[in-house]
């Protein structure tokens, strides 16, 4: 049975009153936005998606994908958290909306938001490394609440042991409470994955300088640390 048969009968087992032609410009309008956004154009993506709404379709997945368009895309975080809490709304226990909307408040600095739905979507399952990267960054530096951020820097590790901001999370939470050693083993990990950030050399150098006395590899991070920004 092809997609759109599928869509309509689920449509008239779910007492859809629209007619099989809206229908079928429904599952074309979703099965063309979606192919477009697995192939990352958005721009194209997005107004199929808007009309699969538009002509009746109330699926969290649906509202899921507009919301990450409008916030990692058009960085239009209003409409991104709009989308995030249809999301929600179309399926309260799924934990992709949970991220979501917590991924819109993150970009919105609305973090002690962002951490509730981070949390909840945490506790609904969700096992993801940049999840806990977020979780942690929020106690880290918002918190202050180092003993959380050191657990979900370790959580992010754990998830995925080649995720470098892991590394630099993780990082900054020992840089924070004066574990310098510690600290540039994960800062030079995360180097060694590929991470080139102006921020993880800055930390690099001042550890070599203030602690370690290592003059040389203070100034080859300090030139690092120019060339980044």
């Known amino acids: 049975m092809g997609l759109f048969k599928r869509i309509i009968n689920k449509f008239r087992k779910d007492g859809s009153k629209n007619t099989d032609a809206e229908l079928c410009d429904y599952a074309s309008a979703l099965a063309k936005g979606n192919e477009l956004y697995d192939k990352d154009k958005f721009e194209e993506s997005l107004p199929e998606l808007l009309k699969a709404e538009e002509l009746g379709c109330n699926d969290s997945n649906l509202f899921y994908r507009i919301s990450w368009i409008y916030n990692n895309h058009y960085e239009d975080y209003k409409n991104a958290l709009k989308y995030a809490d249809k999301c929600i709304l179309a399926d309260p226990n799924w934990e992709w909306g949970y991220n979501q909307k917590g991924c819109a408040l993150f970009s919105m600095k609305n973090y002690e938001e962002a951490l509730n739905n981070f949390l909840k979507a945490e506790e609904l399952g969700l096992t993801y490394s940049d999840l806990f990267y977020r979780i942690s960054w929020i106690y880290d530096t918002q918190y202050k609440d180092y003993e959380k951020a050191l657990k979900y820097a370790n959580k992010c590790i754990f998830f995925?042991?080649?995720?470098?901001?892991?590394?630099?999370?993780?990082?900054?939470?020992?840089?924070?409470?004066?574990?310098?050693?510690?600290?540039?083993?994960?800062?030079?990990?995360?180097?060694?994955?590929?991470?080139?950030?102006?921020?993880?050399?800055?930390?690099?150098?001042?550890?070599?300088?203030?602690?370690?006395?290592?003059?040389?590899?203070a100034l080859k991070y300090a030139d690092k640390c120019i060339l980044a920004d």
């Open 160 to 217: 995925n042991n080649d995720f470098e901001c892991g590394y630099y999370q993780k990082g900054c939470v020992l840089y924070s409470t004066k574990k310098n050693e510690e600290a540039l083993k994960n800062f030079l990990k995360a180097e060694e994955l590929g991470l080139t950030e102006s921020d993880l050399f800055e930390k690099i150098s001042w550890i070599y300088n203030n602690h370690y006395e290592d003059y040389e590899n």
